[in-house]
């Protein structure tokens, strides 16, 4: 089975540049410069490598090159991706005149921890505290950015490094919430498999009834991820159902002589 190309994606932008009476809890008279995207990084799920683009291209060409990884994607996961990291995207491939990048389902683990657990913080760096897989580079807050806007080439691997780390510790927190949320991935692989690690060692555990339906709850014996498929509804009679086919046709016939007249 093919395995889905799973894109762990992360952005790091530029601050606005404004003018402004006051210096606390002010509002903006102007805006000198806006949030830009100023490097971007990625790494696939199954490969090795982070590929991290930056200082050396123009905005406009690293959201071409963000556009042509994400066209080899099936699905992204990024860390409050639907809220900043693809809102800034769009926003500036916009402002560029680009075309939409191809729509693919957005894995969000803010959203994922949020919705399962009570933990002491949903942000990245906490959560990889938590969970024991590593953290954000620390930085020298402001500075890193100044520097980065400056041209300064030490700033710059620094940004390179921390963006690269974020994309590092994405990867490793998503690996370890992944069994816990088969609504989030159970579209990334073909019916039958689990839809966390893509096993198809899938182990009946009783079933559940819905309004209409009956569900049969199987869990992965592999990562642990539970999931659930419809059991199938008694056999129709014959007669029932060539009435059902009938009508299908009937529909589809009268559809296709009404766009052609
Ligand atoms: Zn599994």
Known sequence: MAKPKLLFLDIETSPYLIRSWGTYETDALEILEEVKVISFSY??????????????????????????VMEGADAI????????????IRGRMLKYGMLPP???????TLKIARKHFKLPSNRLDALGAYLGVGRK???????????VLAGD???????????????E????????????T?????QLYPHGYCGACGSGALQARGTYRTK?????????TKCGSWTSVTVPKQRVSSHAKTTAVRGKRNRTGSAVHGGAS
């Open 169 to 180: 510790l994405l990867y490793r927190v998503y690996m370890k919430l992944r069994n816990w």
């Open 43 to 68: 790494r696939w799920l199954g490969g090795r490598t982070v590929t991290w683009s930056g200082d050396q291209h123009t905005e406009e060409q690293l959201l071409r090159h963000i556009g042509a």
């Open 102 to 108: 191809k729509p693919v389902k957005i894995i969000d």
């Open 153 to 167: 080439k030490k700033a710059w691997k620094m940004m390179r490094r921390y963006n690269a780390q974020d994309v």
């Open 77 to 88: 996961v990024a860390h409050n991706g639907e809220q900043f990291d693809m809102r800034v």
């Open 182 to 186: 088969g609504d989030q991935t159970y």
């Open 137 to 147: 580079l620390v930085h020298t807050g402001y500075n890193l950015w100044k520097g």
């Open 212 to 220: 209409t339906l009956t569900k049969a709850r199987l869990c992965c």
